[in-house]
């Protein structure tokens, strides 16, 4: 057994009079890799904004490494579906941008800088600005942002939502890599079931109204994983049909 490295504890949250999440209990080991599932509204978004600590829970706690998450902290990294990087600096210039603020040289911020914009796939492209990047590669930057901070937990909301078919499944893949390389504790939220299957030790499919925890699913499935293997499928279809359930509970069909 991994040791737990975040805990969510009774965790609910509203927002005036509208319960966005209900007693959430989950451990998240370290070195997992959770995706959080489950259709608009149901308080993904929520929840990770309160691990990342934007967002303080209205019930029950959050520890991360047995600590209360009372504020955002270096220790926690987060990469949002609009890359938010700053137009006016280099691809270098942002991902030195944490070390910068944790008080580093500026060779040292150059070193760690390029080695992560190396590690996303992005050595040659250091000196380009965000505007002169596609979309896969401004996720690349923002990735490589994250992980120069040396965070032990990675937060991901809808990262690659933006992104075309083609360039997401690439990203999929280079996550993997990233996280097998570096075994960081991922919480990535995501609309798409393919997209959590591909990537999870643990699903967590919430449910609406209020937002809940529905099921917990760890695909036993080994990596690289294979959109059209049987296994994938059929754990596809039962996502499929718990989420769409959730769905029609919304009335949008
Ligand atoms: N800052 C806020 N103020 C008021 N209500 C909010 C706020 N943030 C979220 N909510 C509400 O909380 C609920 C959960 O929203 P949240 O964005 O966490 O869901 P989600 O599952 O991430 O949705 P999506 O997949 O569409 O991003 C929704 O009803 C939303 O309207």
Not at 215 to 232: G, I, K, N, Y
Request: proline share 5%; aromatic share 6%; net charge neutral.
């Amino acid at each position: 057994m991994r040791p737990t490295k975040i805990s969510i504890r009774g965790v609910g949250k509203v927002f005036g009079d509208n319960v966005a999440l209900e007693k959430v209990d989950l451990d998240l080991p370290e070195n997992s890799f959770t995706c959080l599932l489950g259709p608009s509204g149901c308080g993904k978004s929520t929840l990770l904004n309160m691990i990342a600590g934007f967002l303080k829970p209205s019930s029950g706690q959050i520890l991360v490494d047995g600590k209360e998450v009372t504020a955002p902290g270096a220790d926690r990294g987060v990469v949002f579906q609009e890359y938010a990087l700053f137009p006016w600096r280099t691809a270098l210039d942002n991902v030195c941008f944490g070390p910068m603020l944790k008080g580093k040289s500026k060779s040292e911020q150059r070193a760690i800088a390029m080695k992560h914009l190396a590690t996303v796939g992005l050595a040659g492209h250091e000196q380009k600005y965000p505007g002169n990047l596609s979309g896969g590669m401004k996720q690349r930057v923002a990735i490589a942002r994250a992980l120069a901070n040396d965070p032990s937990v990675l937060l991901m909301d809808e990262p690659f939502g933006a992104l075309d078919a083609q360039t997401r499944e690439v990203l999929q893949e280079e996550m993997l890599r990233i996280w097998e390389q570096d075994r960081k504790t991922v919480v990535f939220v995501t609309h798409s079931i393919s997209e959590a299957i591909f990537l999870a030790d643990r699903i967590v499919v919430m449910g609406t109204r209020p937002g809940c925890v529905k099921e917990v699913v760890d695909p036993q499935l080994s990596h690289p994983r294979e959109r059209t293997d049987a296994d994938f499928i059929a754990l596809e279809r039962h996502l499929k049909h718990l989420v769409r359930a959730e769905v029609q509970k919304l009335g949008v069909h």
